[in-house]
């Protein structure tokens, strides 16, 4: 069973960064995408960026050339570098893997 814990959320203003990380922990397959998704209040929960299994990278329309998706695998562990963040940035992130979430980190933009 894989357990994924996120780390790295917190308060900045607008314009500032942000880099979330996910540790996956057991069997981790390579057949599952891994990647991030974000929930802000009152909204539905959209996928952010996510690294498929052939190693392409999708992102959400309104966060490319500001966000990029990493991948270690050698500490099982994939980054989201979030760069010139704005409060619509504003949400809980989560890790995913196939059926796996982490618990969430949140992270608020306001100046």
């Known amino acids: 069973q894989v357990q994924l814990v996120e780390s790295g959320g917190g308060l900045v203003q607008p314009g500032e960064s942000l880099r979330l990380s996910c540790v996956a922990s057991?069997?981790?397959?390579?057949?599952?995408?891994m990647g991030w998704y974000r929930q802000a209040p009152g909204k539905q929960r959209e996928l952010v960026a996510r690294i498929t299994p052939g190693d392409n990278i999708n992102y959400l329309d309104s966060v490319k050339g500001r966000f990029t998706l990493s991948r270690d695998n050698a500490k099982k562990t994939i980054y989201l570098q979030m760069n010139n963040l704005t409060p619509e940035d504003t949400a809980v992130y989560y890790c995913?893997?196939?059926?796996?979430w982490g618990q969430g980190v949140q992270v608020t933009v306001s100046s």
């Open positions: 995913n893997q196939g059926p796996a």
């Open positions: 057991g069997s981790i397959s390579s057949f599952y995408f």
